[in-house]
């Protein structure tokens, strides 16, 4: 118990990651439970690996969202107030988070930013943390066209861009720009996949 509240209470990525992973967990579960009692009532056929990747689906949204939409490092305080029954510290007020609108490539042109470990951290975090968007959506949602596949790599970094501010975060350019590549690549992935899957298939 004292490893697992050692890693949800990490002040870094690492114990943000872990610290939703709790709330991921329970949400799927739920969903499981849901789904089961519609297909008993429904009669619907069930197809294994559709339910799987919806499930895992469910668990990548909600997990995101517990990241990206609410305060900075919440689940930290509420693990830490559950264990010690005081808070450990104060969450940003709402309507505080500050607003980035340069990226940092030109910030570093410029020479106002060293491009440090910290930050390439950052940069590609920010990418990866949505490269499971790009895989699953067009798998999960098999008539999804390119096209609108584009306008959700930039709607969906663009939405939780607007909405951070509002929960004391800060809206970042970089953000935006790299939750896309993190989208984009995951579709190619899946695009590319598909292609040798069907070019196999064709031998």
Not at 39 to 59: P, Q, W
Not at 76 to 98: C, I
Not at 168 to 188: E, H, K, P, Q, T
Request: net charge positive.
């Amino acid at each position: 118990m004292d490893f697992f509240y050692r890693l949800v209470t990490m002040d870094s990525v690492v114990g943000e990651f872990f610290g939703v992973v709790p709330i991921t967990i329970l949400a799927g579960l739920v969903y499981v439970i849901v789904r089961w009692a519609w297909v008993r009532k429904s009669g619907e056929v069930v197809n294994v690996g559709k339910e799987a990747l919806r499930l895992v689906f469910v668990c990548y949204v909600v997990g995101l969202v517990n990241l990206v939409l609410v305060p900075q490092n919440m689940w930290r305080y509420a693990w830490f107030y559950l264990k010690n029954g005081y808070k450990g510290g104060e969450l940003a007020p709402l309507f505080s988070g500050g607003f980035n609108f340069v990226p940092s490539l030109v910030r570093v042109m410029r020479g106002e930013l060293q491009l440090g470990s910290w930050v390439k951290v950052m940069l590609v975090g920010n990418a990866v943390m949505l490269v499971p968007m790009g895989v699953l959506l067009p798998l999960v949602m098999k008539k999804l066209q390119p096209r609108h596949m584009l306008c959700l790599a930039l709607l969906i970094p663009l939405a939780i861009e607007v909405l951070q501010p509002i929960i004391g975060r800060s809206f970042d350019i970089d953000d935006i720009i790299m939750n896309f590549a993190g989208v984009a690549l995951g579709y190619c992935v899946v695009v590319i996949v598909k292609a040798l899957g069907r070019l196999i298939l064709r031998k």
